[in-house]
């Protein structure tokens, strides 16, 4: 079937075309897809490093790149994947588009700020690839001290300042986001009232605005090291070794935050409207996002238990650890209460949604091993550290980046995508997931150290099956990009309101118009109100 | 033929057997909540699948009861996983006394390893079964870290300070060695493997009798060669055993609480003799000038463990504490 272009009314994509009315658009709905290209393209660039790594480890000892070789691209991997993906991928594409619908605003408070905050973004993005392209980087994506400081012949410097550009780029639009939700809401749209993407992204900000200019002033402090032979972090200048990680971590684990809570916050969209119902305890829901981004601030010593750091902090820190992991499990339990008595459809977000309950609570728990000071002695520094976080970064950060994506796609594009290829993809990613971080659990316990470019003979069977997975898993990401991209042209016109969703978002066109609604919506109830009487089906 | 896919690593250390009951027991809680939760939605999928468009869900709010105890469920569950390990982590963090001690330095890209007896291995190390082992370690370059899965140990070895591990194996055998800490172009080499030994036959192959070929000839004892550069260093020459020379006397002084002319007592452990070699003015002995000039760039980190080891066999207050500790 081919459809027509959608003419039937003037929105944020037909309203003017050209490449100038791209670039200089204050549009937030414009800024937000100007980040999905750029995210979608890094996450290319990280994925392809990914690809060389597990194509280097199906034979132990490693004969595809040259160990420097294999360093650079696990480097870039990390680099790539958290400070030009995960970081901005929620945030600055889903956040940016609904935000302002979310709340029945016009756009966020400061519209040229938003897009100077893309601007931003992509400096640090070029800066980054350049470095990539002109030698690379081995540091891993901590820029451990002193070796980063001292020891590294690679670009350290660049991609250090590409990562210190990167950050304004939170700051802006969690600055942003934080004023436009206390300022634009909509008549009648009280705080209780707000989606739980809203809470989401509210607490996300707070961390964005609080934790990255640690990340600056750490990375300012590394550059001052490595021109200047400051004496900060090399202990043969005077400095100490472990200084730079207390600072990195007190930025970088809130950054896991950063990465997770809006992915939560997308959850708790595509649970309510697939179920129809409210959800379970939104205040609870609420409220835990809230207390994450709290406790997240105050948890950083557990990345550094067998650092040598004094027994006693590491036992606060394990005891703040268990406690930052009770707020994520009542959010897992209220999601699943939600289902209960739903009207719980099949489609694509929702098995997306299903997928990252399943797969965060499974990273949740693991994680418990490592807040655990006796195990995570063992573990630290292990192919079970890489699982864990993957399967909350990539089995919870993208499985419900892309539950979103598929979610409000009908209200970007204003057009539907093949269901069929949506569920089958959803199914390869979850199948394709497991096979490829499952095992290396197994390979963490057993003590395969990660970050090894060869490795002893008998972690072979686990890493080739944890390779092939990651074909799977390749295969099922390049799924959606074909039929999304498709659909842009061939996709049904989806009509305001596909899925029968309660927000605001849904009460105005697919493409909405640049000005979003053409009267300010009124609220008169509260988030999710399936069960309410003008509750229209289409 | 399939290989076969191992699960559990080897289990070969006193400590190993206590990780491994906290591992099956997280395993356990891992396990229970994820089938309860892959069980309860699949069920509420498939029972509650939306059959009309029509349908209208009832309305609910939540639970306050439900609230409250998928609250405290996991809190008392990670109240009992923390107490248990923190325990267990207490107790490895302090070596018997008992322990016989071997010193450490990592560098890019390989490990030294020191026994006391003298022998001096690379990437191999050699100890007796069931016997406390502490090994103190030192970095010559950037942060590795020394890590043996069959032990269940791991440490930093961070340049600047001193950290330790200890262990007693229990069976004999061979077992990896890692370095378990990202650190640079070789770090996936820099690996070795612990040769866990009857005593009889530790004893063997510490006369010479059926030595690796890594090992040098048969050496002097690490105290000795601390008292040769001693001597050598003119370190004997301020540092009478009297306490009459121009500096302290060093007898007994290792693990002692020693006054310093700021008004501040510390412990004479590793890290304070490592300071006073190469920063002796930043810390000096209450009664004494700051006199004695640094040893920094005259003497490796190998030597600085030597003459360690050299003033701990003049006599020791006690055995040191672990964990990191700073110059």
Request: proline residues 6%; aromatic residues 14%; contains cysteine.
């Amino acid at each position: 079937m081919h459809y027509p272009r959608i003419e039937s009314h003037v929105h944020y994509l037909n309203v003017n075309y050209g490449i100038r009315s791209w670039l200089f658009t204050t549009d937030h709905k414009r800024i937000g897809l100007l980040y999905l290209a750029s995210v979608t393209f890094m996450f290319l660039v990280g994925g392809l490093a990914a690809v060389l790594m597990r194509l280097q480890l199906v034979e132990p000892q490693g004969t595809l790149l040259e160990p420097d070789t294999f360093n650079k691209m696990f480097s870039t991997h990390g680099i790539v994947m958290i400070f030009f993906f995960l970081i901005p991928a929620i945030p600055a594409v889903l956040g940016n588009f609904l935000v302002p619908m979310m709340i029945g605003a016009r756009d966020l408070a400061f519209p040229r700020i938003n897009l100077l905050s893309w601007y931003v973004y992509l400096v640090g993005a070029i800066l980054t690839l350049i470095a990539i392209l002109n030698g690379g980087v081995d540091t891993g994506w901590t820029f451990y001290t002193p070796y980063s400081s001292t020891y590294s012949n690679s670009n350290v410097l660049l991609v250090g300042i590409a990562a210190f550009i990167t950050g304004f780029s939170s700051i802006l639009t969690g600055l942003n986001f934080i004023v436009t939700i206390h300022k634009m809401r909509a008549p009648g749209l009280t705080w209780s009232r707000l989606p739980l993407f809203i809470w989401a992204h509210y607490a996300t900000s707070l961390i964005m605005l609080l934790g990255t200019p640690v990340l600056a002033i750490t990375l300012v402090l590394l550059a001052l090291e490595r021109i200047l032979h400051a004496g900060i972090f090399d202990p043969k200048l005077g400095g100490d070794p472990l200084l730079f990680q207390h600072l990195f971590w007190f930025y970088s684990h809130p950054a896991v935050y950063i990465m997770i809570l809006p992915a939560m916050g997308v959850v708790s969209e595509l649970i309510t409207c697939f179920s129809r119902k409210r959800i379970f305890g939104y205040k609870v829901v609420a409220f835990s996002s809230l207390a994450i981004a709290v406790l997240g601030f105050l948890v950083w010593g557990h990345h550094m238990f067998v650092t040598g750091q004094s027994v006693y902090a590491g036992l606060i820190f394990s005891a703040l650890s268990f406690l930052v992991a009770i707020p994520s499990a009542i959010k897992v339990f209220n999601w699943t209460a939600t289902l209960y008595k739903g009207s719980i459809s099949h489609d694509a977000p929702m098995l997306y949604a299903l997928g990252f309950i399943g797969l965060f609570t499974m990273g949740g728990l693991t994680g418990l091993f490592l807040a655990s000071l006796a195990t995570d002695v063992h573990l630290n520094g292990t192919y079970f550290i890489v699982a864990h976080f993957h399967y909350i970064m990539v089995g919870g950060t993208i499985m419900a980046y892309l539950g979103g994506i598929h979610f409000w796609w009908p209200k970007i594009s204003g057009r539907l995508y093949p269901d069929k290829w949506a569920r089958f993809a959803a199914l390869v990613i979850f199948i394709g997931f497991n096979l490829t971080f499952f095992p290396q659990f197994l390979l963490g316990y057993l003590g395969m150290p990660r970050r090894y470019a060869f490795y002893p003979q008998e972690f072979q069977v686990l890493n080739v099956l944890s390779s092939a997975g990651a074909s799977v898993l390749g295969v099922g990401y390049a799924i959606p990009l074909i039929y999304l991209i498709w659909s842009l042209r061939y996709g049904p016109p989806a009509g305001p309101n596909p899925w029968g969703a309660k927000g605001l978002e849904w009460q105005t066109p697919s493409p909405p118009p640049t000005e979003n609604f053409e009267e300010t919506p009124i609220v008169t109830e509260e988030a999710y109100a399936y069960a309410s009487e003008d509750h229209e089906l289409v | 033929m399939w290989p076969k896919i191992p699960f559990q690593p080897d289990q070969a250390s006193t400590v190993a057997r206590d990780v491994d009951q906290i591992y099956l027991f997280l395993t356990g809680v891992t396990v229970f909540f994820s089938v309860i939760i892959f069980a309860a939605i699949f069920y509420f999928v498939v029972k509650y699948r939306r059959r009309s468009e029509h349908e209208k869900p009832p309305e609910i709010e939540g639970s306050l009861t439900l609230e409250v105890t998928w609250t405290v469920v996991p809190a008392l569950i990670t109240v009992v996983v923390f107490v248990w390990s923190s325990s267990v982590y207490f107790h490895n963090a302090r070596p018997p006394r008992s322990s016989m001690e071997i010193f450490a330095i990592g560098k890019q890209w390989m490990w030294q390893l020191q026994h006391p007896e003298g022998p001096r291995e690379i990437n191999e190390l050699h100890v007796p079964v069931n016997v406390p082992i502490q090994i103190t370690m030192t970095s010559e370059d950037v942060i590795h870290d020394f890590y043996i899965p069959a032990f269940r140990v791991k440490k930093d070895v961070l340049p600047g300070r001193y950290t330790s591990i200890w262990f007693q194996a229990t069976k004999t055998g061979e077992y990896h060695f890692f370095c378990a800490q990202y650190c640079g172009a070789e770090h996936a080499g820099m690996i070795g493997r612990v040769h866990v030994m009857e005593p009889a036959d530790y004893a063997a192959w510490l006369a010479g009798g059926n030595r690796g070929e890594t090992m040098e000839k048969r050496a002097e004892t690490i105290e000795k060669r601390g008292e040769n550069l001693f001597t050598r260093l003119g370190c004997n020459m301020c540092h009478a055993p009297d306490g009459k020379g121009r500096g302290p006397s060093l007898v007994k002084v290792f693990g002692k609480r020693v006054k310093l002319n700021n008004g501040r007592t510390v412990t004479a452990d590793e890290a304070y003799l490592r300071a006073s070699i190469l920063t002796p003015y930043k810390e000096v002995v209450a009664g004494y000038a700051p006199q004695m000039p640094t040893f920094q760039g005259q003497v490796s980190e190998e030597q600085v463990l030597q003459l360690i080891a050299y003033i701990k066999s003049l006599g020791a207050e006690q055995q040191s504490s672990t964990g990191s500790k700073q110059p």
